[in-house]
Structure formats: structure tokens, C-alpha cells
Nanobody, 124 residues
Framework: QVQLVESGGGLVQAGGSLRLSCAAS????????MAWFRQAPGKERDFVAAMTWSGSSPYYADSVKGRFTISGDNAKKTVYLQMNSLKPEDTAVYYC?????????????????WGQGTQVTVSS
């Protein structure tokens, strides 16, 4: 079992920045791919960004490309999402996810573990 705990959400004005963190604990030897998803009220959970610990290039949803950066600290078992130039449409609950297979994917159902989510609100 793996536990994921997100932090770093909050309220920010449009154009501002936030950094989300996702700390993993438990059976972290099976961590292969990590991702961030988000879900706005009344909408489906959408892919934001994903990476693997193997060093392959991360990839992003088109809506956040150039503004968000996913990174990880393997020693700390922590994944980050740096969010810059935030827009009101970025408002959502952001979830960290872990996949125990080696390839990252943008499909939520292919992830095995999820955090509880952290709220990000961007005011206009």
C-alpha cells in the first residue's frame, strides 16, 4: 500500500503562482509513475501532468503546457507541481496519483493510488 498526501493549495489571484506537493509513504519501492489531475465542480477529473522516476520527459495537458512544471525528489518521495501564471479556469481540486507500472499515462483509471486532494482557487 502507498499513501499520498497533497499540500500547498490555496487562494491566489490570477497571474499568481502556487506549488503543490505530494508526499508518498508506505510501499514506495513500487512508485514508477506519478501524475497530477484536477477536478472542477460538476466536471470530470482531468489530466494535468505526469512523470516517471526513470528520467523520461514529463508531459502535460495542453491547457497547462508552458505554465505548470511537474518534478520529483526521489529521496523525499515527493512530487511537486509548480503552477505559474494561474488563471481562474485552473480552479479545481488537485489530486496526486501514483501508478505501479513504469509508463506514465493521462488516463485516471490507470493509476493505482490517489491522494485526498487539495483545493486551488484562482480569483479574477
Amino acid at each position: 500500500q502507498v499513501q499520498l498526501v497533497e499540500s500547498g493549495g490555496g487562494l491566489v489571484q490570477a497571474g499568481g503562482s502556487l506549488r503543490l506537493s505530494c508526499a508518498a509513504s508506505g510501499r514506495t519501492t513500487t512508485m514508477y509513475a506519478m501524475a497530477w489531475f484536477r477536478q472542477a465542480p460538476g466536471k470530470e477529473r482531468d489530466f494535468v501532468a505526469a512523470m516517471t522516476w526513470s528520467g523520461s520527459s514529463p508531459y502535460y495537458a495542453d491547457s497547462v503546457k508552458g505554465r505548470f512544471t511537474i518534478s520529483g525528489d526521489n529521496a523525499k518521495k515527493t512530487v511537486y507541481l509548480q503552477m505559474n501564471s494561474l488563471k481562474p479556469e485552473d480552479t479545481a481540486v488537485y489530486y496526486c496519483a501514483l501508478r505501479t507500472l513504469s509508463q506514465a499515462t493521462a488516463r485516471a483509471h490507470e493509476y493505482d493510488y490517489w491522494g485526498q486532494g487539495t483545493q486551488v482557487t484562482v480569483s479574477s
